[in-house]
């Protein structure tokens, strides 16, 4: 059990019955009255972002969060299928589940699920995965002041903004968190 006072930033805690994580926290003291904590925590499940008072006496139990590294086999139509490649077991996540997570993630690329009682909330792609352009216009050089962009597709089906002069073909290095181009490999 966590108390209120002694709450810190990215501590994760079951509140009201939610997964919720501690984004910001503040000890106020006021002149008259009793001291609380004002706090701003992330539900982690919806993500929804809340912002309360508490008593510093107040007791929270911890969560218990599992990161496991999985691999990401395919995809049939219903559901994504990953691999603990370690103990070989297998799981199948639906496309609610998944959301837009593996935008990025070729099959066969190590991911990490999370999870909380056996409940998968979250899926962690790689912070950057290199992805070959399948189609984009080509592009033209000298004709711009400023670095301009134009869509690109990559294997998996995502669009990015390139610079003009990426090409059909060419190696990407792609930072999954943002989306955003960062180089040619």
Not at 5 to 16: A, R
């Amino acid at each position: 059990m966590i108390s209120a006072g002694d709450f810190k930033n990215g501590i994760t805690l079951e509140i009201d019955g939610n997964v919720c994580q501690i984004v910001e926290f503040q000890h106020v003291k006021p002149g008259k009255g009793a001291a609380f904590v004002r706090t701003k925590y992330k539900n982690i499940i919806t993500g929804s972002v809340v912002e309360r008072s508490f008593r510093p006496t107040e007791k929270f139990p911890q969560a218990r969060i599992e990161r496991v590294d999985m691999q990401y086999l395919y995809n049939d139509g219903e559901l994504y299928y990953f691999m603990n490649v370690e103990t070989f077991d297998q799981i199948g996540l639906s496309k609610d589940q998944v959301g837009d997570s593996l935008k990025f993630v070729k099959e066969n690329e190590m991911v990490k699920i999370c999870s909380h009682n056996g409940n998968v909330f979250a899926i962690e792609p790689p912070l950057f995965v290199e992805l070959e352009v399948t189609e984009t216009e080509p592009g033209f050089a000298g004709n711009t002041a400023q670095g301009a962009t134009k869509p690109a597709t990559v294997e998996t089906g995502a669009q990015v903004q390139v610079p003009l002069f990426v090409n059909q073909g060419d190696k990407l290095k792609i930072d999954t968190r943002t989306g955003e181009y960062l180089s040619r490999v």
